[in-house]
């Protein structure tokens, strides 16, 4: 079966479409131009799908890979035959075709290797044939002092030896075990003695049991980080009796002297060899999913935070807050160029505060500031309020997420940027530039730095910087960029170019001024024909010459617009400007066998709006006044706040504290949620109730849910039955989780409403 079916059958796609988008990549094409410029010759499949049919066909070549080796492994040893070969090439995974290797596979000198080397081969091949032989009477045969066989014992040992090895080994026999764990198998965690302190952070985790298949990824993370930090055991428990029998069904064939040595090699190939395998590949396949989901809330919540919706061109003034060592403010010009910085010190004491308003209110009227970001790290509510008391008129006051400043102050970017400034300056640039607009800034941060996702420094760290780039060039191009003014970090994101080619871009621009139009891009020394394809769609240039360089209309179809024009006896220009002469376009007219209506819809929306950026309208936000630390915090407290991060079991809330809050999963909204996703995502403007304060562990918990339902007890009608986020068992039967401890509290106050219901 070709890659081709094989992808095609998985993803429900035509072969057509698979290999279609496989010959692009291969011909150097990105997945961002293919979804918006190839939509004919891919059936307009979108760039989650390319990315899935990029990734398989990795995966396949990969196991392809493998099975050559393996193939001439088998060949190198002399062992290859028709059969084995043909069970090589019809292994459709890698834990199958390893399987298959295992009894073939170079090893270190086992058990069952050194009874071979004993001539012990044939005598557990006829005890394993259970055919009424008499195996003592055998088994006397093969003792033979020269070889190292002592006695009869010894010889029985050394036959079960290799018959254990040889069930461990067993192909089909590790495919149903290795199903049967993940099924049946149940993750167990209890703290390290005498860390019962130390642990605290682990303390849901102390005593606590649930099945492999259904853990859900941050509480396997967690359990793994806590016997990384020998914190924690973690153990794979499921009972013998879900396994033996299928060790029983593949090898005891009755119930004579044969098939009792032939029970014990089984019992012994399964404790001694099997299950630490098994529990070893356990393992990691479910840190493999987990790390899978991880990555994919971990990239989703980049996504949402890189097309938070930006400001716009304005000239801004950046504070980057703080108590005894001041507040560094910079002001920046639209097109975030540093104009001027200083520090403020509104908070040590009256007459400093004093000069502080002065300060501010001066180089406000001095630059024209149009908007105060602050940061909202420490002291960064109190800065808020200082300036928002001094009623600047005309600004607008924004608190923005800082997390990941500091990362970048000390990087290689910004020291090349700014290499006569120190980091307190740089960061508190960064803050400001994020305000006007948070891609271009934040594609500056390694993605790991920007205070999202979880677990992130847990998970495959190649698979996360892979997945992160994904996003991150998926969502550079589906904004764009303006040539002339994009930095070298954001140039090197557009599909086609890469680091090298956005600084010989920069490189050009500033040595022979503004690029006048796309075309001469092509000056740009080593960007090719190839490159200009993929690239060209992405880049924009405002007051270009060609009226069509500022949209997202490709230099490939301008003769198409140009044509349309013509047949309207108008410009192009006229065609961006009238509605309707756009109306008027027959679009039928201009399909090809090159351009479909897929394309020619695309082109005439971008002609409505040129260039148009796909984020959301900036909208203004503020905290609640006089709330600005976890204990000014009651219970019932209805706040504004704003998403900060996204996990599978809930989304994390900035209320103006310096402590996030957790929304659970069970308290995003009055109906079941699956996926937080589905109800909220990250820099959404939300307004939360205060349900549990916790000021020991710093903890906040808020609910989403309306008035009704605020206290966190949906109607059974609303509710599906799920597993806690947070749940400890006092022990384990069986390999199964016992009921949920209940606190104390919780069922005073639940009986007290009964009582209150339905009388004593």
């Known amino acids: 079966m070709t890659h081709e079916i094989r ?58 890979k493998r099975r050559e080796t393996i193939l001439k492994s ?11 070969e043909q069970q090589v090439n019809a292994a459709e995974t890698m834990a199958n075709l390893e399987d298959i290797y295992l009894p073939y596979k170079p090893k270190r000198k086992t058990r069952a290797s050194m009874a071979r080397e004993k001539g012990l081969e044939p005598l557990a091949q006829l005890i394993l044939a259970q055919d009424g032989t008499d195996v003592i009477e055998a088994a006397q045969g093969f003792v033979n002092t020269e070889k190292g066989v002592q006695d009869l014992e010894e010889a029985l040992a050394g036959a079960r030896d290799i018959i254990a090895e040889t069930i461990a080994e067993d192909a089909s026999i590790r495919a149903q075990v290795r199903q049967t764990f993940m099924e049946k198998g149940q993750f167990a965690s209890r703290v390290v003695p005498g860390k019962e302190e130390e642990a605290i952070k682990y303390k849901d985790y102390y005593e606590w049991s649930e099945p492999l298949k259904t853990a859900p990824s941050h509480r396997v993370l967690a359990m793994r980080r806590g016997e990384k930090e020998e914190m924690l055991y973690l153990d794979i428990d499921i009972p013998e009796n879900e396994v033996l029998p299928l060790l029983d069904n593949a090898y005891i064939k009755g119930a004579g002297e044969a098939s009792a040595q032939v029970r014990i090699a089984m019992l012994d ?45 304005k000239r801004v003034m950046a504070i980057d807050p703080g108590f005894r060592t001041g507040c560094k403010t910079v002001c920046l010009d639209e097109q975030g160029a540093l104009l001027e910085n200083t520090a403020i010190f509104p908070h040590t004491g009256a007459a400093k505060a004093e000069e502080a308003a002065k300060t501010v209110r001066f180089l406000a009227e001095k630059h024209r500031i149009q908007a105060i970001a602050i940061g909202n790290g420490t002291a960064g509510r109190e800065t808020e309020e200082f300036i928002r008391r001094l009623a600047l008129p005309g600004i607008t006051l924004v608190m923005v997420n800082e997390s990941g400043a500091s990362i970048y102050s000390a990087s290689e970017v910004a020291r090349e940027e700014f290499p006569d400034h120190d980091v307190t300056v740089r960061g508190a640039v960064s803050i400001g530039r994020r305000l006007v607009d948070p891609l271009a800034e934040l594609v500056k941060i390694d993605p790991k730095s920007i205070g999202v996702g979880q677990y992130q420094h847990d998970v495959d760290q190649t698979k996360l910087q892979s997945s992160l780039d994904d996003t991150v060039i998926s969502c550079v191009n589906a904004v764009g960029v303006e040539l002339n003014t994009a930095s070298k970090q954001i140039l090197s994101y557009i599909s086609g170019l890469g680091p090298s080619l956005a600084q010989q871009i920069v490189n050009f621009r500033n040595t022979h001024g503004a690029f006048r139009n796309r075309e001469s891009l092509k000056k740009v020394p080593r960007l090719g024909d190839k490159a200009f394809e993929q690239a060209a769609g992405f880049l924009r240039i405002r007051n270009s010459e060609n009226p069509l360089d500022a949209s997202a209309v490709h230099p490939e179809r301008y003769a198409l617009v140009e044509r349309m024009a013509a047949d309207l006896n108008c410009r192009v220009v006229d065609l961006l400007q009238d509605e309707k002469l756009r109306k008027q376009v027959d679009l039928k007219k201009y399909v090809s066998n090159s351009v479909g209506m897929p394309t020619l819809r695309d082109i005439l929306a971008e002609l409505a709006k ?16 006089g709330v600005n630390s976890v204990g000014d915090l009651r219970i019932g407290m209805k706040l504004p706040g704003i998403v900060t991060n996204i996990t599978a ?31 909220v995502k990250v820099q959404q403007k939300v307004t939360v109730t205060v349900i549990e304060v916790d000021e020991k562990r710093n903890r906040i918990s808020l609910s989403m849910k309306t008035e009704s339902q605020s206290t966190g007890k949906p109607d059974k009608k609303d509710r599906k039955p799920e597993r806690g986020d947070f749940k400890k068992t006092e022990g384990r039967k069986n390999g199964k989780p016992d009921r949920p401890k209940r606190e104390e509290t919780d069922m005073a ?10 009388g004593s």
Do not use: C
């Open 610 to 625: 040129p260039g148009r950026d796909p984020r959301e309208q900036f909208e203004q936000f503020s905290f609640t006044e």
């Open 7 to 64: 992808i095609s059958n998985e993803l429900a796609l035509s072969e057509r479409q698979v290999g279609i988008v496989l010959t692009l990549l291969a011909e150097g094409a990105t997945i961002p131009f293919i979804a918006r410029y190839r939509k004919e010759m891919t059936g307009s499949l979108d760039e989650v799908q390319l990315t899935q049919i990029r990734d398989r066909a990795q995966q396949l070549r990969d196991l392809d």
């Open 269 to 313: 190939g399964y404790k001694r060899l099997l299950k630490p395998a098994m529990e070893t590949e356990v393992r990691m396949l479910t840190r493999q999913r987990a790390d899978d989901e991880a990555i994919r809330v971990f990239a989703e919540n980049v996504r949402q935070l890189l097309l938070a919706a930006p400001l716009g061109q």
């Open 749 to 758: 106050s639940k009986l007290a409403a009964l009582k209150s219901k339905f």
């Open 74 to 84: 088998l060949t190198d040893q002399g062992k290859l035959t028709a059969e084995l």
């Open 649 to 679: 079991f809930g989304a994390f809330v900035d209320i103006g504290v310096h402590q996030d809050g957790l929304v659970h999963l069970s308290q995003l909204a009055n109906r079941y949620i699956k996926d937080p996703n589905e109800v």
